[in-house]
């Protein structure tokens, strides 16, 4: 993708009076999707670190800790996952619940679903 590509992006939508420029939909979308793959992601690398650094040390008080350690933080990588995606679920709910019941597009929910969701491909 050029410079001038990201710089031409167009305003994404008028939402309740103001527009909201592409490319800050562009950005909250990204850290959206870095939240929910990479945080789990670095959640489950992390865990198999204590657990290789345990069974490493050979001590069976240690390799208990790290299978512990290792199994909450992969419980938490999965709780944020679906959280995001559940978050990311209930909005896109309401906003096709908006728009049949209003019959309009330009309210918050169906601006906040086209944030979200927003990708380079809207121009």
């Known amino acids: 993708m050029d410079l001038i590509q990201v710089l031409d992006w167009k305003a994404l939508t008028t ?3 103001f527009t909201v420029p592409g490319q800050l939909a562009y950005i909250i979308s990204m850290i959206i999707k870095l939240i929910q793959y990479g945080v789990p992601l670095l959640l489950v690398i992390f865990g198999m670190l204590d657990l ?3 069974v490493i040390a050979s001590k069976e ?10 199994i909450k933080r992969l419980v938490a990588a999965v709780i944020v996952f ?3 995606a559940v978050v990311k679920l209930v909005v896109n709910i309401a906003a096709a619940n908006s728009q049949s019941e209003v019959g309009e597009e330009n309210n918050i929910s169906s601006c906040l679903q ?3 969701n927003y990708s380079t491909n809207n121009n």
Request: hydrophobic share 40%; glycine share 14%.
């Open 15 to 17: 939402c309740e009076g």
């Open 52 to 54: 290789g650094k345990a």
């Open 61 to 70: 008080d240690e390799i208990k800790k790290g299978q512990q350690m290792f």
């Open 82 to 84: 679906f959280v995001v």
């Open 114 to 116: 086209d944030i979200i």
